[in-house]
Every structure is written in C-alpha cells, then in structure tokens.
C-alpha cells in the first residue's frame, strides 16, 4: 500500500467523558507529514492503545500532546482546555502542570541520579516550597511526604530493593517500570505510555498489563499508550486508533479493530504484525498482490514483534 | 568623506581576509566533528613564532615560507592524533575541554620558549614594502590578501566538490556514522580537515603579522575568536559563510577603530568618544545578536538533531 | 522508609572543623609572610569560583565560559563601593576622585558584588541561555570579553577609574585584629577568606541538595525527560546561571582582596580557562573535588613548581630546560594527561561523606 492510497478514517464519538480530544493534528517535517489529519479523543478511564507500523507517526503524535512539538495544524484539548494547536505552544513541563505524564520509547532516565532521586525529581513539579525554603530546609514536612511518597511508588512498581541503585545499571524491564512510576510522580490525569513492554519477553508483557489495569485504577488514571505487542493491547484496551503513514486509518474496539481489512492490509505491507488475535482473515481479501506475505505472520500467534528501531520517528529539532 | 572612510576600509578589506583564512579551519572542522577547535587561533600564533626563528636561522624567504606552512599543517595534525582522536567517542563537552587544554599548552609553550616577549615578525619583501592607493599609504599585503583568499577559497572549494577526498569531507560532515558504516576512512578525513585548516592560518599569519609586526604567546588569541564568530556569522559548516562573514567583521572593525575621526569629520560630534576600545567587543556583541536572531548564520544549514 | 546514614555527615563536620582549627592556629604561629597563607587565600578564593562554575557545567550542564567576566564584575563592585573615601582622588586621580563619594561596610560590598554580577547575569542569560552547548560557551566567552572593554571604556572612568587600577580598598591583611600600636594580635587575612568562601559554597552545597538541585541534575542527565517531569527548564537555566554568577562575583570580590589591587585586564579569557581546567581536574560533578583541585593547583603553581622556573644545581650539573616559563610547560601536560586519560579528574562525582558511606545498597533500607 503506498501513502496516497490511504484514506482518513474519521473518529467516533463515544458516550464517556472526555479527556484529551485531537482535532485534525498536523505535523510536517519539511517535506515529511508525519501525522496526517488525525482526530482522536479518550474517554476518562479508558486505556486507549494507538497502533501502526514502524514510522507511522505514533510518537510524534504524543511528542505533539506532550508539546515537545507544536503541531502545523489542528488543535489539542485536554479536559476541553486547549493545550496545543497551531497558535498555541505550550512548553512540555505546562503540559505536565496540566496532568499529562509520559514515558519514553527510549527510556530517559536520569543516569546521574539513584532510583529514588529520579521519583523525587518528578516530584518538584508539585512543590509547595520556594527556592529559600528548600535550600534552607524549612520544608521538612514536604520533604518528608515526599519520600515517603516516593517510597510508595517504589513499592507500586516493586524497586524498593533497587532504591538506592544508579537508575541506569538497572535491567531493562526494571527501567520501563521506573519510568511509568516517576511519570505517576507528577501526579498525572492521563498516563502516556510510549511502548512499555518494548523487549520485555511474552510473560512479562502479561505481568506488564495487568500492573498497567491495576495502576490505572489505582491512581484514578486514563491511559493513552503505542504499543506493538498486540496480545498486550488486544488484552487491556478499551478502544484502539490505528495510524498508517501518518493517517487515521481505524478505530474502534480490539474485536473491530483486528477485523479491520485495512488495518491487516496495512501491517502485512510493511510485513511485521503480531497476529491478531481471533479469526484470521483470508489472504486475498487483505492484500492479493503479496498471498505469500500474508501467510507468514499471520501463524504465529503469539511471538512478539521484533522492534529493531531504537528512534522510529522522522524528528527534528 | 570617502577619503575618511577609505584607509578604514581597505585595512578592514586586508585585515577580514586574514580572518576569513583562519575561520575557514574553525568551519571545517565544527562541519565535521562538530567541535569548536579553541587551539586554532593558537596555531595561528605558533606560525607566527615559528616564522620568526625560522628567519633569524637565516633561510632564504622561498625556503621558510613554505616550511612555516608544512611545520603548522604538521602542527595541526598532530594536534587532532593527540588530543581529540583519543576523546571521539566521549561527550562533546570533553572535546571542548581538550581543545581548551591545548590552547593552554600551546601558549605556555610559546611562553617558555619565548620568555614571554614580543617577537619582531621577519619584514617580508614585496609584500611588506608601502604603496599609496588613493588616499591611503598602505603596505602591499593589504591588496594582496583578498585577492589571495579568493584564490585559495576557490581552490579549496574545487578540492571539495571535484576530488574525492572533498567528496568524502561532505559524506562526514552530513552523517559521520553513515559515512563511516560506507567505509569512509573517517581519520583520514579528519586529519586532511586539520591539515588544510591549520595550512590556511598559516598563510593567514604569514599575511596578518606582516601588518601587526610582533608575535607573543596570546597573539592567536584574539584573531581566533573573531575567525570563530565570522565562522558563525557566515554561517558554521559554510566555507563561503565563513569567508564573507570574516570580510564583514575586519570591516565593520577597522570602521569602529576610526569612528570617532569619521563622526568627527563628519561633523557630528565634537569630541573623541573613545568608542575605538569597541572594536573587539563589538565582534562579540555581532556574535550575541546573530545566535540570537538566526543561530544558523547568514548561510548555514538548518542541523537536524534527534529528539 | 529510608533512613538517612547520620555518620559520613558527621565525620565530614569533623573534618571541616579541623580545617579550620587548624588554620587559624597556623596563622597564629607561622610567620605571616609564609608562602603556604598565599597558597591557602588564593586557594580559598579559587575554590569558590571553581565550585561556582561546577554548579553550571558540572551539575546543570550548562557550558558557560562567563566567569572571569561575573568575577570582573564583582572585583570592581567591591573595589568601587569599599575604597575610603579618603582615598578617591588618589586612585581616581584622572576623573576628579570619582563619580562615587561613600563607602558600605565589606560584607554588604561581598552581597552587592554578587548581586551586581547576577544582575548581569540575568540580563545576559535571557538571549544566551537558549543556545545549544558551544554556542553558549562562545557567547558567554564574548560576553565577558565586552564587559572587560566597557569597563576599561575612558567615559565610565567616574565610575570604573577606567583602564587604571582600583587599589587602597579593604583587603584580606585588614581583618587582622590590631593593637593601639598597630602590632597585630590575631591574625585573621587567611581564616576569613575561608569562612567568606565556606559559607558561599555551603550554600551551594544546601542548594545542591535540595529539590533544586536534583531539578537542575535531571537538566544536565536529559534535558527532555526533565522537561516532560515538569521542570521548566528556562527558569531552572536561568535560576542556576545567576546563583552561579552571583558566587563568581563573590568569589571575584575576594581575588581583589587578595590582590589589593583590581585591573580589568587581568580578568581575561586565559582565567576562565584555568578555572574551568580546575573543575576537570577536581572533577566535573563533585564540590569537593573542585575544593581539592583549587588548592593543589594554587599550591603547584605558586609554591610547588616554582623550582621548575629557576636554574637549579645538583652539585655541579645544570638541569636542563629549567628557566622562566617551565612550570606552566610542566602544568600544561598534567592538565592534558588528566583531560585525556583520567576524564574523572580526583573524585569524579563523589563527595566527601561519599568516602565515609558503606556501599549505596546497605545503606537504603
């Protein structure tokens, strides 16, 4: 399938109360539009997954909630505030003010710094104290309901043992953790979930959802999450927003999302689809150009997708 | 008023081609290692010091010129084979560092050979002898540096795009990774950078100290950051940039130097202002302005930088 | 919960106190003229302005090659508001004792140097502050050299005395405690360049400490992931780079004390270098590391390595290559062989209580 073939497929609306609501997102990078007339909402408590192959424009669309860039067209709402449009650029920490926190594909830790110091960076956002206070302890309360704070997010994610461990000699699933739990530092609203379960193996992406249900209702969340592992998201998503060469081109619920002839037509041209889960289609409908393709991917049901990518995005400064 | 105005300005022609020669090293090597080589307006004064003994062992001129230029070229390699080569994988801060380290040693170096005393430039015949142009009695150096730095820009800018060494320059500076993952031979490049940076500010000094006849420890100093902000002026990566920004700030510099006389002749002012002693720092109140209003230059291209 | 391990910080007091004990009861006893109270004022004084400068390059990763500039700022704030007023038309001789007739006690001077050169600092930062690494390292570079010409400039001679020298103000042999005689009893010119510049990088090691100071760690470790924390990275830039200057200004109030004398073109670019390669060789990230290495370059360069400078006998053998200049030669390769092969420098980032700590895992919880 090439780009032009693509066609935007509109959002629909659903009952809930509405969180964070794309209209018509833009972004062009020079000659490259990365994301393409996108419009999206989520509901409150929802865990939305946004889907699509490798450089369909998933991060850039986040980098686009998050502020990291402003988008060429379209507007950002979050709890019907306009965060961000073609006028408007917030920068990022506003955003998070707001209650939007994220994770990263490539993890960004803080390397310098401990387990417990990162939780307790992400904390400064919400301080109470000023520069005098906290340089001359006067904050001691604060200080010390933070710690403890931190301490119980170390707990939620199970890293109390690695507490005072520099972050970055930790595993890499021991990190995606770390980082979902100094996002929840923040305080957050909507939890944006940059490939979580990236290079983490079948059992504990399993173990990865459920922490994700469980924090979710646990810190009163919504969830807004790409991901590739498509067990994961069949499994925990309300709904799903598939994206190919920047463009909207499904939505809906797991069951009409994996149905969905475009969205298979999508993924088999660019060969690399966790199965989805459920009936498989039949090969010519999807795609009759390339039967041996179809085929192939389409067995293994249950091997997570290879993600070789360490930046998918086309970025820009 | 033109006759004010005209001694300023060829001297300001004069003086930019000496800058543009050394900028075009701080160009080249920031387009490819994206380091600022602090040590090159110090290379710049050890051609300088070199000259000078070279002339008082008593060679004759066709002799020591062109072995100043090797000598410094050598300077330059060896340079980047100690002092950066080792840090290529290490954060750009550290390369900064090291480069600010060199600068260090270089001068200390010339300070203890020296004994820290200004050193008489060798007159150079021909170029050295006066002429009288218009209004302005001037030495021949002033009218021969632009027209040597055309020639030698053209030369350097045909290497680049005609040979293959050139071709493999622009691979670097685009991509260093990819050109390497291409079998570029990434130190080689780099070093053949250094060689004809560093030749440049050799011919660069040759003609720069004929006008300002004495070298010390710090000379390099000062023409080395004004090269680096013509660098930025015209645009870093940008051979062109680099050599028209350097013509704009020797002019507009030799124009502040004579301000106060212009004004004055003009009939503007009464007194002297004193506002000479801004020469220098406008160079970097320029610097300021430009980074802040277009940090790419006059010509540079937009950098692309992962998020 | 965790508990924090009370003993390091202890015998980090301990040893602070012993240093300063020990100080004071040196300068009691050894003659004045020692060349170990050069080396321990001077040392004092660079410790400060290296620690200053380690808080924007090593623990907010702003490259700023501003300080001899703020340093410059704060050498003549000083000079300018503590010079007798008796004494004006001497050093003002060219501009009628100049523009300024009154005097502020010493400590308030020290505050308003600091303030003056985190004034500029603001100013300047607005513009600066947005630019990528090097960049902002030439422009603050620039930045100082114009601060350097403009108060050299003849028409703020009222005020700067111009290109001429600041001299006749209070300097670190004034805090001396006198006698009606004028024979000195207690001698204090080296304990209070110590106290002055302890309780200045005390406050930087508090702030360092604080919630601020992970803010500013987590801007040096990923600038993006701290912004997306919610960190406002213009403000916490801006809000690092005027308390560092503010310290560089203090720290550039007590060089002049040192000195007795203050002259712009002393602050030159050469300065900041030094400076800088002191907080390599401490290491980059590490307060106690820019102390140490102040005081161990202080000490080679003005005592240690002064043997390199002059001709030295050994019996009847000359050694080679000793004459004026040496010792910077000597200087210039251990610096180069700390950049190139020990990039750590003394402590890498470790602090002093680090040394006393059993290993990070037992002491969590």
Redesign the interface.
Known sequence: MSELDVKVVPDVETAGETVLKLEHLTMQFGGVIAVNDFSMHIDKGEIVALIGPNGAGKTTAF?CV?S?YQPTKGKIYFHGKEIGSEKLHM????V??QGI??T?QNI???????V??NI????????K?N?FT????LNAEE?RA???KA?KLLETVGLT?V???MATSLPYGKQRLLEIA??L??NPTLLLLDEPAAGMNPQETDELGEFIVRIKKEFDLTVFMIEHHMNLVMDISDRIYVLDFGKPIANGTPEEVQQNPVVIAAYLGSEEIDAPVGRPPKAEESRASQPKQAEAPLQGASAPIEVAEG?EEV??? | MWDTIFPYLLSGISVGGQYALIAIGYTMVYGILRLINFAHGDVFMVAGIIMVYIAASGVPLWVSVPAVLVITALVGFLIERVAYKPLRTAPRMSAMISAIGVSYTLQNLVLYITGGLNKQYPAIPLISDSIKIGSATTKVVTVVTPVLVILLVVALVTLINKTKIGMAMRAVSKDFETAQLMGIKINSVISTTFVIGSFLAGVGSVLYFTNYPTVIQTSGAMPGLKAFVAAVFGGIGSIPGAVIGAFIIGIMENLIKGLDVILFKAGLITKPLGLAIFSDAFTFALLIIILVVKPTGLFGEKTTDKV | MMKKEKKPALITWIIVAVIYAAVFVAEQVLPPTSMLFTVLKKGATYALVAVSMNLLNGFTGIFSLGQAGFMMIGAYVYGIFTIPVESRPVVYQYYDGGLIQFTVPVVVALVLAGLAAAFFAFLIGLPVLRLKSDYLAIATLGFAEIMRVLIQWNNMGPLTNGSNMLRLYPSFNDFNIKDASGNVTVYLSTLVPFLIAGVCIGLIVLLLNSGYGRALKSIRDDEIAAEAMGINLAHHKRLAFCISSFFAGVGGAMLAMYQTTVQAKFFTTAMTYEILLIVVIGGVGSVTGSVLSSFLFVAASEWWLRFLDEKQMIGNFEVPLLRNGFRLVVFSIIIMVVVLFFRKGIMGTKELPDLFRRKRKEAAK
């Open positions: 980098n998050t990291v920068t990022p920490d506003k998070t003010a926190a994220r990263f960004r830790l803080f390397s310098g710094m401990t417990f110091e307790m960076t992400a904390m400064h956002l919400r301080r104290s520069l906290q340089v001359f302890h200080e933070n710690r403890q301490w043992d507490a005072e461990e100094r996002a530092a923040t930046e970025e820009e400064a």
